[in-house]
């Protein structure tokens, strides 16, 4: 069994994940193979890969500038080591080939420091804000929904016995879909404001 090059299992495992995935992640992982893998990795044999070579990657990748001239975090480095080592796993496993991503340990990522607006701030917010947009403003920050969880509410969803509203599905710039994950689906409690 003739052992393929990179961008030759890329395609092959690109074509079997893409039904999994939601349409954006689908259009980002491309554009990821195309301008990032396939250009550095593409020609190179599957049998050709070395721990050292996903280690200088990995450093090389650190260096470059991501959003605002900014270094790429370590949460997207980490993030595309993880796309990198997925297509390496399942295409060693698939020729009996030693993974060489296997026991790389993730770099160390930067908490983000969270401060959410106090109830004064919302009551401040949503009395301020355009009329028009106060129950939306109300809905957002008092249950804590996605902008597209948000958006996909429909009345059906709404029990307005129990108080609560159940997540369903989103809406986004791609059109109507599920919620990013199964967990999302949820029953939320609602406020008496809400």
């Known amino acids: ?48 890969f070395s721990k050292a070579d ?11 500038n991501g959003r605002a001239g900014q270094t790429l975090s370590g949460k997207r480095i980490n993030k595309l080591m993880a796309q990198l080592s997925s297509i390496l796993e399942d295409g060693c496993d698939r020729y009996n080939l030693l993974a060489p991503s296997r026991g790389i340990k993730p770099l160390k990522q930067k908490r983000t420091d969270v401060s959410p607006f106090t109830l004064d701030e919302v009551d401040l917010l949503i009395n301020k804000v355009r009329p028009d947009y106060s129950a939306y403003l109300t809905l957002r920050l ?9 958006d996909g509410l429909q009345w059906q ?8 509203l159940r997540v369903e599905r989103t809406v986004s710039r791609n059109g109507d879909g ?4 199964e967990g999302s689906k949820r029953t939320i409690p609602l406020v008496p404001q809400v």
């Open 1 to 48: 069994l003739a052992i393929p090059t990179f961008a030759q299992f890329a395609a092959t495992w690109f074509l079997e994940s893409e039904p999994r995935w939601r349409k954006q992640h689908r259009e980002t992982m491309r554009r990821t193979l195309d301008n990032v893998f396939i250009p550095k990795f593409g020609d190179r044999s599957l049998s050709d």
């Open 54 to 64: 996903l280690l200088g990657f990995r450093a090389e990748i650190a260096k470059r």
């Open 142 to 150: 008092l249950t804590g929904l996605r902008t597209g969880e948000a």
């Open 157 to 164: 969803d709404i029990d307005f016995e129990a108080n609560t």
């Open 178 to 181: 599920d919620t990013k994950t």
